[in-house]
């Protein structure tokens, strides 16, 4: 179920927002602009409506979060019985191509993370044809609309359903990038994508 109003939190590109619960759980977005249809609705219904969600596998001991400093860079840190990691959510500012990335960063010990993406266009109605690229990059499809996941984490699909586990160590920085564009333009490649959206904001790769 979606979280209470007041656990999520916004980011944003000044064309379009996203609401970020504590759980690590990306449950709104109307992508690209604020008057486009919601690719994930989960806010509105329930998480087959479309949401992504970036969490520790097992018990979570403590959730914080804060802003940096005068600007819409969230930050959610989990500590677990293992270890802390910090997940950094924003959408930089761009041209043609509107992006969310998420970095999961190591901060001590050992954190098994799982990733859980359900993209819905229409507000949730309109299931994409998923497809993996030679790269790895992962394209999901559905009439005009398009969006492009690169990481480096291996995913699988599991019931419309788009899921990952991975390990993160003291020091490491584990990205995510989702970028929506027209069906009708090419994917960037993942290196350079990934390279352009986390170099806007230097200090994410510790």
């Not at 400093?69 to 509107?98: H, W």
């Amino acid at each position: 179920m979606p979280s209470r109003i007041e656990d999520y939190a916004l980011i944003g590109d000044c064309e379009a927002a996203a609401l970020v619960g504590r759980n690590g759980s990306l449950d709104w977005l109307c992508w690209p602009r604020f008057d486009s249809d919601a690719c994930f609705a989960a806010l509105l219904g329930t998480d087959e409506h479309g949401h992504w969600q970036i969490a520790p596998r097992d018990g979570i001991a403590s959730i914080t979060r804060r802003y940096r400093p005068n600007t819409l860079i969230l930050e959610t840190r989990f500590e677990c019985g293992d270890g802390a990691v910090t997940l950094v959510d924003f959408m930089p500012i761009q041209g043609t191509r509107s992006s969310v990335a998420r970095l999961v960063i190591g901060e001590h010990g050992r954190v098994t993370m799982s990733t859980r993406l359900v993209l819905r266009f229409g507000y949730g109605s309109i299931v994409p044809w998923v497809t993996r690229l030679d790269d790895g990059t992962l394209r999901a499809v559905a009439g005009p609309d398009m969006a492009v996941l690169r990481t480096p984490v291996q995913l699988t699909g599991q019931n419309l359903t788009t899921v990952g586990e991975f390990t993160v160590v003291a020091g490491q920085t584990v990205p995510f990038v989702l970028t929506r564009q027209r069906s009708t333009f090419g994917p960037l490649g993942r290196k350079n994508a990934c390279r352009r959206d986390t170099a806007r904001i230097p200090s994410c790769a510790r």
